[in-house]
């Protein structure tokens, strides 16, 4: 069966600080993706990382993706309050096969 | 485009009552995916259709559950009976064909609550 592992699984961290979110998966793939969820919220799509290799950064966050490691990570650069919510990561097996995380609940303090 | 629109937002109902979720996707979108969060499990997919045909329906969990896609614009996710283990925030998402996008768009969600 295939597991995608996210750790920690909760985060406390004050502002200014710098955190980083790993997500390892079971299986392969070449495709992942993250999501932002705020508290009885819907999801919201904050990267896809297509290819081994692939990084992409919008803001404070920054991910990563090494398929050869079965290993996404997703990093917090200076953190602000507005960060705070869950954050899931997801593989996609073959095309359409979504299987996510546990989820990282990150809460940023003042 | 308004996204993806789910109704109701908020469904209570007592056991052994019928459920229908209902999803309108994103306009030219090409797949349908059908998801359950809970806390215990997480978030599962259920199903998804491609171009309104089933494609894969192993997760399911159970013949209680049904989903149908009659055109490009609605589909529908019926729980009958339902049960209070039933209970959990149904999401619905689209995905355009093609490499065009491989994102996937979330509706906001149905809270389930069963009785």
């Known amino acids: 069966e295939l597991k995608v592992e996210q750790n920690p699984l909760f985060l406390s961290m004050q502002e200014g600080k710098n955190y980083t979110i790993y997500c390892n998966y079971s299986?392969?793939?070449?495709?992942l993706y993250w999501y932002r969820q705020d508290p009885g919220k819907s999801l919201e799509s904050l990267f896809v990382?297509?290819?081994?290799?692939a990084v992409k950064q919008e803001g404070r966050l920054m991910a990563s993706l090494d398929t050869k490691a079965r290993l996404s990570t997703l990093h917090i650069t200076a953190a602000v309050h507005d960060l705070s919510a869950t954050y899931f990561c997801a593989v996609e097996v073959g095309f359409n096969k979504f299987y996510f995380g546990s989820g990282t609940k990150l809460n940023v303090k003042p | 485009d308004a996204g993806v629109i789910q109704s109701p937002r908020h469904e209570v109902t007592e056991m052994g009552q019928e459920v229908t979720l209902r999803c309108k996707p994103i306009?030219?979108?090409?797949?349908l995916f059908w998801y359950r969060q809970t806390m215990m499990r997480g978030l599962e997919l259920l199903i998804y259709?491609?171009?309104?045909?089933?494609?894969?329906d192993s997760g399911m969990p159970e013949d209680r559950f049904s989903a149908k896609m009659p055109n490009a614009s609605f589909s529908t996710l019926k729980i009958q009976p339902s049960e209070p283990r039933d209970s959990a925030v149904y999401f619905c998402a689209s995905r355009q064909g093609g490499a065009v996008s491989y994102e996937q768009y979330f509706g906001p969600g149905t809270r389930l609550t069963v009785t």
């Open positions: 299986t392969t793939s070449d495709r």
């Open positions: 990382l297509l290819s081994n290799g």
């Open positions: 259709f491609n171009n309104n045909v089933p494609i894969d």
């Open positions: 306009s030219g979108h090409d797949y």
